[in-house]
């Protein structure tokens, strides 16, 4: 039988998604535009039987985790922004340590406390990182309620398969939205994980859960083995979704919340007679750039629409690699672009290259 949908913020949606994936802990610590997420769990992690901690900041919620799935458990943090930025060095240790941490970052507006409207501005912060070293997390964008249920159970999934930590990158317009969407059962099968996990060498011998190398070349062979791992990844789990870009003359590239508005404008477009498609990241890292480079060979120009000062548009240009045109329509925080200011924002970039002679 097909399960009923429900009417579902999406900060409670992601916090239940995580319970069905099987989180055994939860640590965090309020802030908006996610603190439902942890308020949500207080309740329903007790009922449960299973761990959970308000703890006291940021820091203490993520090496809660890092201690939590260092023991084999499922365990994630959710936090925003400013006090992800406090995560980082935690961060680059659980990539180094191979642990399977989950974040759930719901954004708001920056730079530092900024202000509580939603924003798109941790897009380098997450895909590019800001702890110290070579590493990569494993970044998905979530664009509907239906998705922030679909890409928890995959984020839960993707960090156990690889052993890397795994960030569910949504938005504050996304956290407070209600829809209609349905739970369904996880479906991603259960990973072993009893060959590394700390449980006690009683029986067997001990193992190490590294980050300090006591060499130099114990640390590159460890590094370049982490980036045969982060190419493996991008291989098995890349992934995107793309509508009219056959025979477009013009693709808008959006991630997260806002992609449902370069659809609308797409349609619209289309009616008025310009050729226009959609493209969207599902994995912001890795990020699809072999796809974006193929559709480049025929498409002339790339508009990106974000809601920051341009931060994707980085990576769309390198994937573009120079064949086609790449612009921009931004605005840093706050009510999301509209259909009218993306159709308008299209229509005038066509209108100077074609006066341009581009």
């Known amino acids: 039988m097909e399960e009923t949908k429900q009417l579902l913020k999406g900060n409670y949606a992601i916090a239940q998604a995580a319970i069905n994936a099987g989180c ?27 761990g959970y901690v308000c703890a006291e900041s940021e820091l203490a919620a993520i090496n809660m985790v890092i201690g939590a799935v260092s023991t084999g458990a499922k365990a994630m943090t959710s936090s925003s922004s400013c006090a992800v930025a ?32 939603p924003a798109q501005g941790d897009y380098n912060q997450t895909v590019y990182g800001g702890g110290n070293g070579d590493y990569k997390l494993t970044v998905l964008a979530p664009s509907t309620v239906q998705e922030c249920i679909d890409l928890t159970y995959k984020a839960f999934y993707l960090a156990q398969k690889y052993r890397n930590p795994t960030v569910l990158l949504a938005d504050g317009l996304l956290g407070q939205m209600m829809e209609p969407a349905v739970f369904g059962e996880y479906p991603y099968p259960e990973i072993d994980n009893s060959s590394w996990a700390l449980t006690g060498a009683k029986g067997r011998a001990g193992r190490r859960i590294r980050s300090l190398a006591p060499d130099e070349n114990e640390q590159i062979i460890h590094v370049e083995k982490l980036f045969e791992k982060y190419e493996i990844i991008a291989n098995e789990t890349t992934e995107w979704e793309e509508f009219g870009c056959e025979d477009a003359d013009v693709i808008l590239v959006a991630f997260g919340s806002m992609t449902r508005n370069i659809k609308a404008a797409m349609r619209v477009l289309r009616k008025e007679g310009l050729k226009v498609g959609v493209f ?27 809601m920051n000062m341009g931060q994707m548009i980085r990576d769309v240009k390198l994937a573009v690699n120079g064949k086609s045109s790449v612009d921009l329509i931004n605005r840093p925080v706050g009510q999301w672009l509209s259909v009218e200011e993306i159709t308008d924002g299209v229509k005038k970039i066509v209108l100077e290259k074609i006066h341009a002679g581009v």
């Open 86 to 117: 406090l995560m980082q060095e935690a961060l680059s240790y659980a990539c180094s340590d191979e642990l399977p941490v989950v974040l759930v970052n719901v954004m708001r507006a920056g730079p530092g406390l900024g202000y509580i409207y």
């Open 280 to 306: 969207r990241p599902i994995t912001l890292s890795p990020f699809p750039d072999k796809r974006l480079n193929e559709l480049a060979d025929k498409c002339e120009k790339f508009i990106v629409v974000e």
């Open 24 to 50: 055994e802990c939860y640590f965090g610590y309020p802030i908006t535009p996610q603190t439902e997420i942890g308020e949500y769990l207080s309740e329903k992690m007790y009922e449960l039987n299973r």
